[in-house]
């Protein structure tokens, strides 16, 4: 029975949590003080901002003790600017003109402000951090609650129009159950952190706006939906569901397989060497995709050299002591611009020399990665694979395979990210020794949806059966020529999307950290056969959404005949 009230609000969906609280609702910014002459003495209003400016400075210390770590030096410095000496000469002087203290208030800061932005760099931005003293200063002095992050004693699910980077480094995780954002998208600064930290979230949901502080709420990312004022059976349904999760986080940690004891690696993302030890412990059986841009960004307008690259990837490397790991050659143009490999402005630069395109016609660079790579390897006992982004053609993955083994690279494979590679995958597999399917980047590709543009951000999606027939054709490929087939775009993070890429054929899949927990146990909940089934609902379907719709309700009657 749904309950009288019940409304669902759709949005964006981060991760595959669920929770279940009240809403405690992040209060929008105060409007500007209006400039009319105090009725108060100058004596008495000289005091009302005296008394705020003391009483949020004493919050926010006392914030900071309880946050600890960075959080506590941002905020005892905000602390300390809402008692700068220099700031209470400039509201005094706004007082002796006749001003209220609110008033005063907000005009010394923002004068403050103004001359920070000026300064521009680290200066700028602490800007919004003198906004939000300003802020809270204003609400006490008003008595109404200080915008920001609420402060319930309660656990809540919070909801803002977005969060700052500021709001989210101050949220304490033992009390936010969620997330729900009106604005922003899946790579929004909320749905990142979330991602991060395991934060259940929707976010893009327009219509929480209308979301009472109180409401209770169940809020289901995996569905990407927010129900408003539930049903006891839905509370209950999610109850069981997050008992289930909490469940499969603390099981044991297994290798990737599926129930019948079909072995699917399960491997890790990483973008330095820095998250390896997170990825090992949560039981990352190796690394199948090291983006190595973020070195290259980090070099500062050059490419790094070869001895700094050998050192990073023997960091990677022992981390990951006797297992695969596998390095993906730079990958710069389009969403990773990197000035000194192609600075020739393009139309479209999704279409232009990016990936192994660039590294061709820089071939110096590529040579150099190689040799880094190849002398880290000799130095460690990691199994290291080698792989090309943006590989289109076969005579690239000729080209590609040959020079890595010219540096001894023993495994060299490419990335299937564009249709046409996917499309001659036979002849790709006889080629090289692996295929890495990049789904993110094979979606934008087959459905001419460029993936940093929201307004299109609903036709990427791997679901589409057009995306699974290319995987398909490239997991049939592998399995004839005896190649192994992983996926290392978004789409392995999805545990029922995962079950479907292995019945297409992929042998292992890697995944941001966080998003093994879950497709470990979305894996052990069915066998080969069941996964191939699956596969063959979702090629069948017409669309996207019809896809993966007709694959949970097929994985909801298998799991329901087993029990
Ligand atoms: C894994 C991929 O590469 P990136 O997201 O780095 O382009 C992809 O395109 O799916
Ligand atoms: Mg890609």
Known sequence: MTSELERTIAGTGIGQGVAVGVVARMSDPLPEPADTPSTRSQAEESERAR??????ARELEARGQSAGGAAKDVLEAQAMMAEDPMLSDAIDEALAAGKTAERAVFEAFASFRDQLVAMGGYLGERAAD???VSQRVIADLGGVAAPGVPNPEHPFILVARDLAPADTAMLDLDKVLGLITSDGGPTSHTA?????KSIVAVVGAADATGLAEGTRVVLDAAAGIVIADPSDEQVADAERRI???????VAPVTPGALADGTAIPLLANLGSSAGAQAAADAGAEGVGLFRTEFLFLDAGGSAPTVEQQKEHYIRLLEAFGGKKVVVRVLDAGADKPLQFLNDAHEENPALGLRGLRALRASEDILREQLTALAEADAATDAELWVMAPMVSTVEETRYFVALAREFGIKTAGVMVEVPSLALL????AAESDFASIGTNDLTQYTLAADRMLGSVAAFQDPWHPAVLRLV????????????PVGICG????DPLLA????????TSLSMSTPALVDVRASLLTFTLDEARHLAGIALAADGAAESRAAVAAAALTLKEARS
């Open 425 to 428: 995958a036979d002849k790709v």
């Open 490 to 493: 978004e789409a392995a993070a």
């Open 192 to 196: 990142i952190l979330a991602r991060e």
């Open 472 to 483: 398909g054709e490239v997991g049939a490929a592998g399995a004839a020529a005896g190649k």
């Open 243 to 249: 008992a289930e999760r909490k469940a499969a986080a």
């Open 130 to 132: 003198l906004d939000d």
């Open 499 to 506: 079950v479907v890429l292995v019945g297409l054929g992929a």
């Open 51 to 56: 008394v705020s400016l003391g009483v949020v």
